[in-house]
C-alpha cells in the first residue's frame, strides 16, 4: 500500500459563531492543508498517483476559499468555518474527484501548532 500527500495553503479570515472567546471575532489565519491518500498499486510507469494531479485537485477545492472571509462563502455561510468543519468539507469536495483512490486524511492547521487531522471512518 502507498500514501502519498500532497500540500496547499490559503489565505482566508473567519469568525466562529458561538464560540466564547477572541475567536468569535473576525481574524484570520494562513490555513495549511494535507492531503493523503492511499493507492493498493502502481501505474506503469510506477507511480501511484501523479503528485501534479492530485495538488491540481487539491487547489481546485481550496482556491475558492483563498482571500475570503469563510463565513461568506458556502457551505460556511451556514456551516460554522471551523478547521474541522473545514476539513471535512475539503474530504466531501475531493472524494467524488480521486477514483480509485482512497483518503486516508486531510488536515487542516490554522498555525504551525494548531491543527486538525479528518479521517473517513
Known amino acids: 500500500m502507498y500514501q502519498i500527500s500532497v500540500e496547499q495553503h490559503f489565505d482566508a479570515a473567519h469568525a466562529l459563531r458561538g464560540y466564547r472567546g477572541k475567536c468569535e471575532q473576525l481574524h484570520g489565519h494562513r490555513f495549511r492543508v494535507v492531503l493523503r491518500i492511499e493507492?493498493?498499486?502502481l501505474d506503469d510507469i510506477g507511480l501511484a498517483y501523479d503528485f501534479v494531479e492530485l495538488k491540481g485537485h487539491l487547489a481546485e477545492v481550496v482556491s475558492r476559499f483563498d482571500h475570503t472571509c469563510l463565513n461568506d462563502v458556502p457551505p460556511f455561510d451556514k456551516l460554522n468555518p471551523s478547521s474541522e468543519n473545514i476539513a471535512t468539507t475539503i474530504y466531501k469536495?475531493?472524494?467524488?474527484?480521486l477514483a480509485g483512490v482512497s483518503i486516508v486524511a486531510v488536515e487542516v492547521w490554522?498555525?504551525?501548532?494548531?491543527?486538525v487531522v479528518y479521517?473517513?471512518?
Not at 490554522?110 to 491543527?115: D, I, K, V
Open 93 to 97: 469536495e475531493l472524494k467524488p474527484k
Open 119 to 121: 479521517s473517513p471512518d
Open 110 to 115: 490554522e498555525s504551525p501548532q494548531t491543527g
Open 39 to 41: 493507492a493498493a498499486a
